[in-house]
């Protein structure tokens, strides 16, 4: 009995060395074969890959919320439409099959703060990436400083890698910060890098008629709605700060 489980343990460490070599997950076999009793040599194989594939996938689920960089993760489930009714939640139901990525369409949430437009962007962007999708998130006064530092700093660069190589990029708080000529002209470069190619969600305190204010350009202005609106959907958002409404205070 002893030599069984001397061999045995040699036979676990043999086929770890080989999973190893081969840069394959790490797996626990004495208690994955533990529970699988009498396989034949084609479904003990059947069962490593199987777990290997859900290792894989496990680790992919990491590595792109990771990138994603979301700030937090946010459903529909906990978004108040009894108070928020500008926005149906059938609407973004309709939008939550995100078929309409695969399109490069775009998404933009206008409206006052406080109303749940980074909310519902974000419940887009935990959906994408349920269904495996590339997303990326950032606020557009960091997109501009990533973008100014993106030749001198490789953090900068690395995430404008990841901006690049995603399927979706939500934009957040676009309009709080008037932009310079020069950060105005970098924002619509990377609007045109990412026409017809990458879906954008955006979501702004502005409407579209007020953007040349914070953008300080007509010219620049007209150029970054007519790529971003091509293919949009528009969800314009009214009503009061759900925040103002539910804060707390220290002492409740």
């Known amino acids: 009995m002893q030599r069984q489980v001397a061999a045995m343990n040699e036979r676990i460490e043999r086929v770890n060395a080989l999973v190893s070599g081969l840069h394959l997950a790490p797996v626990d076999l004495e208690n994955l074969y533990a529970k699988k009793n009498n396989l034949t040599p084609l479904e003990s194989v059947e069962v490593f890959l199987s777990e290997q594939q859900r290792l894989r996938t496990e ?55 406080g109303i749940g ?20 998130f950032t606020t557009l006064d960091e997109l501009i ?28 708080e676009v309009g709080f910060m008037p932009l310079s000529t020069i950060e105005a002209n970098l924002f619509f470069g990377f609007v045109s890098s990412m026409s017809e190619k990458t879906s954008l969600i955006i979501t702004s305190n502005k409407g579209f008629d007020e953007w040349a204010d914070f953008l300080g350009d007509a010219t620049i202005t007209t150029a970054i709605l007519d790529r971003l609106i091509h293919h949009c959907e528009i969800l314009n958002m009214t009503g009061n700060s759900y925040r103002l409404q539910h804060r707390k205070t220290i002492t409740q």
């Open 59 to 113: 680790k992919q689920n990491l590595i792109r919320r990771r990138r994603a960089n979301l700030p937090a993760e946010k459903t529909l489930e906990t978004f108040d439409f009894g108070f928020q009714r500008s926005v149906s939640k059938e609407q973004m139901l309709r939008l939550s099959d995100m078929t309409w990525v695969e399109q490069a369409f775009n998404i933009c949430f206008l409206g006052p703060p």
């Open 117 to 136: 437009k980074t909310h519902l962007a974000l419940s887009l962007a935990v959906q994408a990436l349920n269904l495996g999708y590339a997303v990326a």
């Open 145 to 172: 400083i990533t973008l100014k530092t993106s030749q001198i700093s490789t953090a900068s660069k690395r995430r404008i890698k990841i901006l690049n190589s995603a399927s979706l990029v939500i934009i957040d």
